[in-house]
Structures are given as C-alpha cells and as structure tokens.
C-alpha cells in the first residue's frame, strides 16, 4: 500500500500572492494557518482576514495554538478547517471497507498542529 499527499487546502492569498509574481515561503503552504484563524474568530474582535493574516506571519504560533486546542483541550472541530486529500494504491478489497469517517476522525485529529509539509 502506498500513502501519497495529494493536496491540501491553502489560505487563498497565497495563490493571489504567486500570481501577482511575488514570492512565498515553503513553510506559508500549510492548511494550519487556516485553522488556527477560525479558531480564534469566536474570541477575536478583528476580521478573520486579520486574523488569517497574522497566523501566516506567525506560522509556529498557529501550529502551537491548533496543537494546544486539540490535544490539550480536545477541540478536534478546528480540525475541520484543514482539509487533505490523499491518494491510496494498491489497498486489497477487505481494506476499502473500513469506513471514511473513522479514517478522517483519527487522521485529522493528530495531524492538525503538527508540521508533515512543506505543501509544495
């Protein structure tokens, strides 16, 4: 069986950025910026375009906040904003049984707040 990335979700002003010719960091293409933004927009009185923002300057201040907020207070529902696609080959039959919800409860869970890019 082989696991590949496939593609991951990223804050839209990066793509604007790239297509105006400016340069963007490695570590900015990360789902974890987004997710730690809307985790903090219930307790923020800035915009959440603000709020995006500072959580791409600050990119291991958002990792810490989405890894606080999930293992340390068990808010896995920020998980949410960071979505993956992967590409599974050669899983036999039984395997692809296993049901998806399972797959994305587990996996996003332990994979918000911790670092597995760049994105690129």
């Known amino acids: 069986m082989e696991v590949i990335v496939a593609g ?3 804050d839209r002003s990066l793509i604007d950025k790239v297509r105006r010719g400016e ?12 997710s730690a933004s809307y985790a903090r927009i ?15 300057a600050e990119i291991e201040r958002a990792r810490k906040s989405n890894e606080t907020i999930v293992f ?6 920020i ?6 696609n992967f590409d599974i080959l050669d899983v036999p039959v039984k ?3 296993c049901p998806v919800r399972n797959l994305h409860k ?8 911790r670092a597995i890019g ?3």
């Open 72 to 77: 340390g207070m068990g808010h896995n529902s």
């Open 42 to 56: 219930s307790r923020s009185p800035l915009a959440i375009t603000e709020l995006r923002e500072q959580a791409r």
């Open 8 to 10: 991951v979700n990223v």
């Open 95 to 97: 395997s692809q049984q």
């Open 23 to 34: 340069s963007v960091d490695d570590e900015a293409w990360t789902p974890e910026t987004l």
């Open 106 to 113: 587990g996996l996003l869970s332990r994979v918000v707040g």
């Open 118 to 120: 760049p994105w690129h």
């Open 79 to 84: 998980a949410e904003h960071a979505v993956f």
